[in-house]
């Protein structure tokens, strides 16, 4: 029987399928993501097609094969790293296209210099940018805020982590805070890790942009008592269940060479049917409370 090869687009395991399973979902037996199996040859014709992306940080638009969609890409203009999500794809065209007018130093001074100008303390209804609406605040601690908002460009709400100025000294200490991050990002898409999209640097501040998890960590579960609901047998089955999750998002950021410091209820995230998320861990994961 005709069998294709397909890869996982998370951890980029490969796995022989039948033919007969294009186009179905499938689970990657090394990470546990969820994907949709190619429905057509990745090399063959019909599968040239493309979508047009754009970076979250500078706006700046690029066209992208659509077989790329779930993977990490870096922004050729400024340097931000974010993962490809779209499913609208188009037939790439046949012919060349107009490249984009190059961006004029005055467009780029103002563009930087707006970014300069966010405050730092942002408030429920602020747009930032034209382009994040602040939500509310999620939590606050030492290190800073965390704040909810809407990003008007993806349709999607945000965990934004904004540490306060005064944990840099130097430029230098906000470059390593951003390497640091990029750990976190490089990490693609795992079920049972909370997602980091992309660190911008607004108001002078690296501000993390993360996946918003809307159930609360699972310090909020152990003190409101969702943990234990129905009963002792449900509540065993519950913990065991959230226990091998986190097993497997530990063992995911191990074997990619990330040791969480701090694993703790608080850097659990939770999703309202159970899922449970790693967060946190020193400067690898960083904190990303919800609620």
Same mark, same amino acid.
């Not at 942009?209 to 909020?220: C, R, T």
């Given at each position: 029987?005709?069998?294709?090869?397909a890869?996982?687009? &998370?951890?980029?395991?490969?796995?022989?399928?039948?033919?007969?399973?294009?186009?179905?979902?499938g689970?990657?037996?090394?990470?546990?993501?969820?994907?949709?199996?190619?429905?057509? *040859?990745?090399?063959?014709?019909?599968?040239?097609?493309?979508?047009?992306?754009?970076?979250?940080?500078?706006?700046?638009?690029?066209d992208?094969?659509a077989?790329?969609?779930?993977?990490?890409?870096?922004?050729?203009?400024?340097?931000?790293?974010? +993962?490809?999500?779209?499913?609208?794809?188009?037939?790439?065209?046949? #012919?060349?296209?107009? +490249?984009?007018?190059?961006?004029?130093?005055?467009?780029?001074? #103002?563009?930087?210099?707006?970014?300069?100008?966010?405050?730092?303390?942002? &408030?429920?209804? *602020?747009?930032?940018?034209?382009?994040?609406?602040?939500?509310?605040?999620?939590?606050?601690?030492?290190?800073?805020?965390?704040?909810?908002?809407?990003?008007?460009?993806?349709?999607?709400?945000?965990?934004?982590?904004?540490?306060?100025?005064?944990?840099?000294?130097?430029?230098?200490?906000?470059?390593?805070?951003?390497?640091?991050?990029?750990t976190?990002?490089?990490?693609?898409?795992?079920?049972?890790?909370?997602?980091?999209?992309?660190?911008?640097?607004?108001g002078?501040?690296?501000?993390?942009?993360?996946?918003?998890?809307?159930?609360?960590?699972?310090?909020?579960?152990i003190?409101?008592?969702?943990?234990?609901?129905?009963?002792?047998?449900?509540?065993?089955?519950?913990?065991?269940?959230?226990?091998?999750?986190?097993?497997w998002?530990?063992?995911?950021?191990?074997?990619?060479?990330?040791?969480? +410091? *701090?694993v703790?209820?608080?850097?659990?995230?939770?999703?309202?049917?159970?899922?449970?998320?790693?967060?946190?861990?020193?400067?690898?994961?960083? *904190?990303t409370?919800?609620?």
């Amino acid at each position: 029987m005709a069998t294709f090869e397909a890869a996982c687009p &998370n951890c980029g395991t490969t796995f022989t399928v039948d033919e007969a399973h294009r186009g179905k979902k499938g689970r990657c037996k090394r990470c546990g993501k969820d994907f949709i199996l190619p429905s057509q *040859d990745e090399h063959s014709p019909a599968s040239a097609s493309v979508i047009s992306i754009s970076c979250p940080s500078c706006r700046r638009k690029f066209d992208v094969s659509a077989i790329h969609v779930g993977r990490n890409a870096k922004c050729a203009k400024c340097g931000t790293r974010f +993962q490809i999500e779209s499913t609208a794809a188009v037939a790439a065209p046949a #012919a060349e296209t107009q +490249q984009p007018l190059p961006e004029t130093p005055s467009a780029a001074k #103002a563009g930087a210099s707006a970014e300069e100008d966010v405050p730092l303390e942002w &408030n429920p209804g *602020d747009v930032i940018l034209d382009l994040y609406e602040v939500m509310g605040v999620l939590g606050e601690g030492g290190m800073g805020k965390v704040y909810k908002v809407h990003h008007r460009g993806w349709n999607l709400d945000l965990a934004v982590k904004c540490p306060k100025p005064d944990k840099f000294a130097t430029n230098a200490q906000k470059e390593t805070f951003e390497r640091e991050c990029e750990t976190w990002i490089d990490l693609g898409l795992h079920p049972h890790i909370v997602s980091c999209y992309y660190v911008r640097r607004l108001g002078e501040v690296p501000r993390v942009f993360a996946e918003y998890v809307e159930g609360g960590s699972l310090k909020d579960w152990i003190e409101d008592r969702r943990l234990y609901e129905d009963g002792p047998e449900e509540a065993l089955k519950r913990i065991l269940d959230i226990a091998i999750q986190l097993a497997w998002g530990l063992q995911y950021a191990h074997e990619h060479g990330l040791i969480h +410091q *701090d694993v703790k209820p608080a850097n659990v995230m939770m999703t309202s049917d159970g899922t449970a998320k790693v967060t946190g861990g020193g400067a690898e994961l960083p *904190d990303t409370p919800n609620a």
